[in-house]
């Protein structure tokens, strides 16, 4: 069965450093994979996908993700972090023939000052 | 545009009570997905709906739940009797084509259900 573990569940950084989230996924063939972001008081908004090609991605506001099929892996990035980046972050897994996303159980950011 | 709503956005009710929610999706797509968050979870799928038909209820927890689409606009998801398990953010999104072909899923603010 397909899954989707994000190890982290809050995240503290400083704004201006370096970011990454991890999301291991559990899928037998080429997983659809995504990232999503929810800011506080907002939807889930899609920030990146992966379908297949060039396995570094770029997103909106400045992230990327790279899928690693060995590691099974599509972590999060961003090289410089700002405070309007705190908010929650969920990593999901879709399948070709299916019309359902999976989701982690999200990792909460927080930057400080 | 208006995006996905959804009311009420919070709800305080009692066991054993009844709870409706309601999603107003994207004016014209025809796909509306149902999701729940439980505290400190992961957000699941509950159904999907194509127009008025569902296409998929796999993920609906059992048959306290029923979700309606009339006419294939905004749908509702009854909870009857509501039991505290069902307590969580519950999440409606929709998009024009299906989850898993684009990622594109628009999503509301989610309805938080808190059942005592």
């Known amino acids: 069965a397909q899954s989707v573990t994000q190890p982290d569940i809050h995240i503290t950084v400083s704004e201006g450093a370096s970011l990454e989230l991890r999301c291991n996924y559990s899928y037998g063939a080429t997983p659809y994979l995504f990232w999503y972001v929810q800011s506080p008081g907002q939807g889930l908004q899609l920030l990146l996908k992966y379908f297949s090609g060039d396995t570094l991605v770029q997103g909106i506001k400045g992230f990327e993700a790279e899928f690693k099929r060995s590691q099974s892996s599509f972590n999060l990035r961003k090289p410089s972090v700002h405070w309007s980046d705190a908010a929650e972050y969920f990593c999901?897994?879709?399948?070709?023939?299916?019309?359902?996303?999976?989701f982690g159980t999200g990792t909460r950011l927080q930057v400080f000052p | 545009e208006a995006g996905v709503t959804q009311f009420p956005s919070h709800s305080v009710i009692e066991k054993g009570q009844t709870v409706t929610l309601r999603c107003d999706p994207i004016?014209?797509?025809?796909?509306l997905y149902w999701y729940r968050r439980v505290m400190g979870k992961e957000i699941k799928f509950l159904l999907h709906f194509v127009k008025e038909s569902k296409q998929d209820e796999s993920g609906m927890p059992n048959n306290r739940f029923l979700a309606e689409r009339t006419g294939g606009t905004y749908s509702t998801l009854k909870v009857q009797p509501a039991e505290l398990e069902d307590s969580g953010v519950y999440f409606c999104a929709s998009s024009q084509a299906v989850a898993a072909n684009t990622g594109e899923l628009f999503f509301g603010e989610g309805s938080r259900l808190t059942v005592l």
């Open positions: 999901a897994v879709g399948a070709y023939n299916t019309d359902k996303l999976i």
């Open positions: 004016s014209g797509h025809d796909n």
